[in-house]
């Protein structure tokens, strides 16, 4: 089977996109009705044509039924959350009819495997969602999968391949074992004893974005002085380089892994921290903006756009 190329949604299901074949119901259907007129002509039975007409009659109406139970859908996409290796990625789509009319027993497939059926009402639409299993780190890409229907009686199968541009973003798998935040000499001398801290509360300052909630000053809010940051300082240091060259000896992956973990144990201690690559350098902040940009950045090093 031809693979279908790639395009970015949506797409609307037009003729030119559907095809119909009899199933296996169908030829038997066929075959019967083919007995059922050699039986007429032979015993001339006047009963058996009428039977046999009525019957190739209500076939050929199920032509039309069965394709327009997918013309005129339009098919788009939604974004995929990130994950990380060796969880499943979930892709979703919405169909969304164009005519007045209900949809039914609508299926999805991939490999020749149903994955979900659905109903759409007139005036609705329908989610779908898929999951592949992420082997390794990268963009990965959904691939080809099909729509298709046997809606009313099964006798023909109408269908399409669609190969739309969803991708998911997987991230690095985090290193299993449990390794502490790099914190250099330098870091001990400074940071620890003069820079921000998490024990001893020092201040307030005007409040930055990528800052943690809980460190905002609520009462100060409550008490209408607009959004404020706490500031602490003691021998806790926030802030951290995860450096590539600190992890000599390793391979590239196994680099990527430990750096994964150390910006995910980073980001739960609620450090600032900046994330050194080969070629790229990401200065230290703290929040969910950069644990996502540090972890973008380890997902894609190396790999060709």
Request: aromatic share 8%; with cysteine; glycine share 8%.
């Given at each position: 089977?031809?693979?279908?190329?790639?395009?970015?949604?949506?797409?609307?299901?037009?003729?030119?996109?559907?095809?119909?074949?009899?199933?296996?119901?169908?030829?038997?259907?066929?075959?019967?009705?083919?007995?059922?007129?050699?039986?007429?002509?032979?015993?001339?039975?006047?009963?058996?044509?009428?039977?046999?007409?009525?019957?190739?009659?209500?076939?050929?109406?199920?032509?039309?039924?069965?394709?327009r139970?997918l013309?005129?859908?339009?098919?788009?996409?939604?974004?995929?959350?990130?994950?990380?290796?060796?969880?499943?990625?979930?892709?979703?789509?919405?169909?969304?009819?164009?005519?007045?009319?209900?949809?039914?027993?609508?299926?999805?497939?991939?490999?020749?495997?149903?994955?979900?059926?659905?109903?759409?009402?007139?005036?609705?639409?329908?989610?779908?969602?898929?999951?592949?299993?992420?082997?390794?780190?990268?963009?990965?890409?959904?691939?080809?999968?099909?729509?298709?229907?046997?809606?009313?009686?099964?006798?023909?199968?109408?269908?399409?391949?669609?190969?739309?541009?969803?991708?998911?973003l997987?991230?690095?798998?985090?290193?299993?074992?449990?390794?502490?935040?790099?914190?250099?000499?330098?870091?001990?001398?400074?940071?620890?004893?003069?820079?921000?801290?998490?024990?001893?509360?020092?201040?307030?300052?005007?409040?930055?974005?990528g800052?943690?909630?809980?460190?905002?000053?609520?009462?100060?809010?409550?008490?209408?002085?607009?959004?404020?940051?706490?500031?602490?300082?003691?021998?806790?240091?926030?802030?951290?380089?995860?450096?590539?060259?600190?992890?000599?000896?390793?391979d590239?992956?196994?680099?990527?892994s430990?750096?994964?973990?150390?910006?995910?144990?980073?980001?739960?201690?609620?450090?600032?921290?900046?994330?050194?690559?080969?070629?790229?350098?990401?200065?230290?902040?703290?929040?969910?903006?950069?644990?996502?940009?540090?972890?973008?950045?380890?997902?894609?090093?190396?790999?060709?756009?």
């Amino acid at each position: 089977m031809l693979r279908p190329a790639q395009e970015a949604g949506p797409v609307t299901l037009t003729q030119r996109r559907l095809y119909i074949l009899p199933t296996r119901h169908g030829l038997t259907y066929a075959l019967m009705l083919l007995v059922m007129l050699l039986g007429s002509i032979n015993y001339a039975n006047s009963m058996g044509f009428v039977l046999t007409f009525l019957l190739a009659s209500l076939a050929v109406v199920s032509i039309l039924h069965t394709y327009r139970n997918l013309a005129q859908l339009r098919i788009s996409t939604a974004k995929s959350e990130p994950v990380f290796a060796g969880q499943e990625a979930c892709f979703h789509l919405r169909l969304d009819t164009l005519s007045a009319q209900p949809r039914f027993a609508i299926g999805l497939s991939r490999r020749e495997s149903p994955i979900a059926y659905c109903d759409i009402a007139d005036g609705q639409h329908a989610n779908f969602e898929f999951h592949i299993p992420t082997m390794q780190r990268g963009l990965l890409h959904a691939g080809s999968f099909s729509l298709f229907s046997t809606f009313p009686l099964g006798l023909l199968r109408v269908w399409c391949h669609l190969n739309l541009d969803m991708s998911c973003l997987v991230y690095p798998r985090p290193a299993a074992e449990t390794v502490p935040l790099p914190v250099s000499a330098t870091e001990l001398q400074q940071g620890w004893s003069q820079g921000e801290g998490q024990e001893d509360f020092s201040g307030l300052r005007n409040y930055r974005p990528g800052d943690g909630l809980r460190h905002v000053a609520w009462k100060a809010v409550a008490q209408e002085r607009g959004m404020l940051t706490k500031q602490f300082s003691g021998e806790a240091a926030q802030e951290i380089w995860l450096d590539w060259d600190s992890l000599p000896g390793m391979d590239i992956e196994a680099r990527l892994s430990r750096l994964t973990r150390w910006v995910l144990d980073a980001d739960r201690a609620g450090l600032r921290y900046g994330l050194k690559l080969p070629g790229q350098q990401h200065p230290p902040a703290h929040g969910q903006e950069q644990m996502r940009r540090c972890l973008q950045a380890l997902a894609l090093f190396g790999i060709s756009p």
